[in-house]
């Protein structure tokens, strides 16, 4: 006779990877934000270079929790390869479409959204008033590298593992309802955001069978967000 909690093989790929979303989101986020981390980082030196310092530890200690961990995880404990994962190029001209299309309405929405008050009080996350061509080099590289292991988290190993024991439905549920409580911190326009976003990238992950759609416009997005705020708030510039 079965029992509620009995074991099924099945589930153990979805269930790590379920697992892995929790334990390492949580790892990265009570690290990256520990105020004794950036108590002594501030310490150190001046604001400015504080501030860039700060993020870029944030940055790395998500490709650390975020990629890293996982990868590592998952490649000893399933037989899961990295293009399973949907890290290729698989149907590239379709995943150009995806990104031209949805990159030029996140551009839009973006430039609009961030001649906001409350919005300039976050972001950019590097409180800088003079950007240079150095600090922006560092910031596109943080973002490129901290976005590339949050995607292979969420829209890699979460989604396809979870899609290949329960289908797309469940699968894009269980996706939309751990990203959006990701963005819980950063306040209910975002959270909200999350939902739709979020579907459409589950849909043309699986699609695709590749990552880099979702990667390409949540970088979009990261960086545009930047960029706008800067030309945006009143104390910052860019250098000439």
Sequence with gaps: MNTFFDWNPEYEASVIAIFLVSA????????????????????RTNEEKAWINYVVFQKLTGVFFLGVIPALVIFNTTEYTIN???????????????????????????????????RLKDYPQMRVALWTPRVLLINVISWAAYLIAY??????VL?????????????????????????IPKGAGETIGTFPYGLLLCYVTISTGSILVAIMTHLIMALSNDLFSIHHNPKMKFSK
């Design 24 to 43: 390492c989101f949580s790892f990265y986020w009570f690290i990256a934000i520990n105020p004794t981390v950036k108590a002594r980082l501030f310490a």
């Design 84 to 118: 399973d994962l949907g890290v290729n190029f698989n149907e590239s001209k379709q995943s150009l479409i995806y990104i031209i299309i949805m990159g030029a309405l996140i551009l839009l929405l973006n430039y609009f959204a961030t001649n906001k008050a409350e």
């Design 151 to 156: 995607e292979f988290l969420f829209r890699g």
């Design 159 to 183: 989604l396809f593992l979870c899609y290949a024991t329960f289908g797309f439905w469940p699968a894009a549920a269980i996706n939309i309802a751990l990203y959006s409580t990701t963005h």
